[in-house]
């Protein structure tokens, strides 16, 4: 097997003819190694389904290739989706084991095969959309390590009481454990983009509820951190109609009305919502 290293990029986007989309953050990778590593940091095995999202030229998808038992890539750009099955085929003898799919990942459901282990250079602009969407619909997935810029994997890692703390930490955490996974140099990428980027690697904890809890977790949430600055019982207040009434509700639920958001974590969150 073949890695795609620099000229090999270049020449498939000639071929194509694509010029890289900002909008669809398409930077490709023409590292091998790093791919390698990525795919190592993820832990991936024979026995893994791997889903890739963005797989582009390819880069990712041929090391992951390289690991598991098969591997889905869902693509939105149609050229780059209908090529990917020749270049697979060029470079690996493990082709067969490749399902593309030419789809925004924003819109899957479902998928042929419940995919155990997610691995993906994710388009910088839906980062973060993506990501949760699919540790909601896909609850086979056990771990995996996502590539974004640095500041979204902050954020993505973020514990309470930091400045990086917020909607995209504690959503992410309702799902798994999430961590840093290092860095990324600019120039492993073409083109070069004028942002950083690192790795998050995650592993799917038992999720704190059901549903219907979820969905009233994700609204406070989204009510905590919209006035960052402002405590719990005034950005509560809405929700519970007015501040009195939020800051006996948070004092039952053993939360102090005072706080902010930023200090709580996925499990006093839950608190709020299971108090009604
Ligand atoms: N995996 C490749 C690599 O590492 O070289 C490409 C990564 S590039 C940062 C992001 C890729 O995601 C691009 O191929 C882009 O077309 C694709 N993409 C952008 N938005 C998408 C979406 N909503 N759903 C699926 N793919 C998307």
């Given at each position: 097997?073949?890695?795609?290293?620099?000229?090999?990029?270049?020449?498939?986007?000639?071929?194509?003819?694509?010029?890289?989309?900002?909008?669809?953050?398409?930077?490709?990778?023409?590292?091998?190694?790093?791919?390698?590593?990525?795919?190592?940091?993820?832990?991936?095995?024979?026995?893994?389904?791997?889903?890739?999202?963005?797989?582009?030229?390819?880069?990712?998808?041929?090391?992951?290739?390289?690991?598991?038992?098969?591997?889905?890539?869902?693509?939105?750009?149609?050229?780059?989706?209908?090529?990917?099955?020749?270049?697979?085929?060029?470079?690996?003898?493990?082709?067969?084991?490749?399902?593309?799919?030419?789809?925004?990942?924003?819109?899957?459901?479902?998928?042929?095969?419940?995919?155990?282990?997610?691995?993906?250079?994710?388009?910088?602009?839906?980062?973060?959309?993506?990501f949760l969407?699919?540790l909601e619909?896909?609850?086979?997935?056990?771990?995996?390590?996502?590539?974004?810029?640095?500041?979204?994997?902050?954020r993505l890692a973020a514990k309470p009481n930091s400045?990086e703390y917020g909607i995209p930490s504690v959503k992410a955490a309702w799902w798994a454990d999430v961590t840093?996974?290092?860095?990324?140099?600019?120039?492993?990428?073409?083109?070069?983009?004028?942002?950083?980027?690192?790795?998050?690697?995650f592993v799917r904890r038992p999720t704190p509820g059901d549903e219907?809890l979820r969905k009233k977790v994700f609204t406070i949430i989204d009510l905590a951190f919209?006035?960052?600055?402002?405590?719990l019982?005034?950005?509560?207040?809405?929700?519970?109609?007015?501040?009195?009434?939020?800051?006996?509700?948070?004092?039952?639920a053993g939360i102090?009305?005072?706080l902010r958001g930023e200090a709580l974590d996925i499990s006093a969150f839950c608190a709020i919502a299971k108090q009604?």
């Open positions: 097997m073949s890695l795609l290293g620099a000229s090999e990029i270049r020449e498939l986007a000639a071929a194509l003819n694509i010029k890289p989309s900002k909008s669809l953050g398409q930077n490709f990778v023409h590292d091998g190694n790093v791919c390698r590593k990525i795919v190592r940091t993820a832990g991936l095995t024979s026995s893994d389904i791997a889903l890739e999202i963005g797989p582009g030229l390819g880069s990712l998808t041929l090391a992951m290739l390289e690991e598991a038992q098969s591997v889905i890539a869902v693509e939105i750009d149609a050229r780059l989706a209908g090529q990917l099955p020749a270049t697979a085929a060029k470079h690996s003898e493990r082709a067969e084991l490749l399902t593309v799919i030419n789809q925004d990942a924003l819109t899957l459901k479902s998928l042929p095969v419940a995919p155990t282990v997610l691995i993906a250079n994710l388009p910088y602009n839906v980062s973060v959309p993506v969407h699919l619909i896909f609850p086979s997935l056990r771990s995996g390590v996502v590539m974004v810029q640095a500041e979204v994997a902050d400045k840093g996974a290092g860095s990324v140099s600019r120039s492993i990428f073409w083109p070069q983009p004028n942002v950083d980027s690192k790795l998050v690697a219907e919209a006035q960052r600055r402002k405590m019982r005034s950005a509560l207040s809405s929700l519970y109609g007015g501040s009195a009434a939020a800051e006996s509700h948070l004092t039952a102090d009305p005072t009604g």
